[in-house]
């Protein structure tokens, strides 16, 4: 699947981002869409995820800061950040699969080009 990340930029701490994915090709509803954050020098790591059911999961770093939601209308995924910190510094990317959702990037295989957010 096809993915086009959008809405990465700088923030101040504290600050807000909305990223957006979308794709056009199969509906999103038929896959388990996350979001993984790559920091220089780091391994990708999952932030959050939601299934075709809506059940959603996020890393503990993010927890309560982050939402991911999907609009199957407009085959949009969404993750908005809030309260960055500068540790949010990071490439982020869109993800898919159709396996059970997880946080575990070799368990996708459709990936976007990743969009950067840098928190300062």
């Known amino acids: 699947v096809q993915l086009v990340e959008s809405g990465g930029g700088s923030v101040q701490a504290g600050g807000s981002l909305r990223l957006s994915c979308t794709s056009p090709?199969?509906?999103?509803?038929?896959?388990?869409m996350a979001w993984f954050q790559e920091a220089p020098g780091k391994e990708r790591e999952g932030v959050a995820a939601?299934?075709?059911?809506?059940?959603?999961s996020y890393a503990g770093s993010v927890k309560d800061r982050f939402t991911i939601s999907v609009d199957n209308g407009k085959n949009t995924v969404y993750l908005q950040m809030d309260s960055l910190k500068p540790e949010d510094t990071a490439l982020y990317y869109c993800?898919?699969?159709?396996?059970?959702?997880?946080?575990?990037?070799?368990?996708?295989?459709?990936w976007g080009q990743g969009t950067q957010v840098t928190v300062s």
């Open positions: 939601i299934d075709a059911s809506g059940y959603t």
């Open positions: 090709g199969p509906t999103f509803s038929s896959y388990c």
């Open positions: 993800a898919a699969t159709v396996r059970p959702c997880t946080l575990i990037a070799r368990e996708y295989s459709g």
